[in-house]
């Protein structure tokens, strides 16, 4: 699968709810580390201010936006979610998907979605403790 594929993938989960950016940068982060028939990795992540980041997620959504696939609402916390079109492409591309994958993709975006910020990043330096390094979140 393709990082634009597995991006509408992870956008097509939950019901297609936005996702903010920090639960971005954690379910492809997770994606990559944890799911090995996805072809990946598809970013290279790096310890950052609150764990694993790479701008690379956000140059894909961009890319993304720009053919209308994806929108990213702008004012108070920045988020992103699949068009119409994006979603159909995205639960296309879970579909394809070998069944325990697809599951673990929905599951994994369900999950980064109903956990608050620092439940979220705790987890992450709970199970992924190199991510803390750089760290700027305390909690």
Not at 8 to 36: E, I, M, R, W, Y
Not at 59 to 79: F, K, T
Not at 95 to 100: E, I, K, Q, R, T
């Amino acid at each position: 699968m393709d990082r634009a594929d597995l991006v509408l993938a992870g956008l097509a989960t939950d019901n297609c709810a936005p996702l903010t950016p920090v639960q971005a940068q954690k379910l492809f982060f997770l994606l990559d580390q944890c799911a090995s028939n996805l072809d990946g990795p598809h970013w290279n992540f790096a310890p950052y201010d609150y764990g694993p980041f790479d701008a690379g997620v956000y140059r894909e959504m961009e890319s993304l936006a720009r053919e209308g696939l994806v929108s990213i609402r702008l004012g108070g916390v920045r988020c992103f979610l699949a068009t119409d079109e994006g979603a159909r492409r995205g639960k296309a591309a879970l579909a394809s998907l070998p069944a325990d994958t697809r599951s673990y993709v929905e599951q994994l975006g369900h999950w980064v979605r109903s956990l608050t910020f620092p439940q979220l990043v705790s987890a992450i330096y709970q199970a992924f403790p190199d991510m803390r390094a750089n760290s700027k979140f305390v909690g």
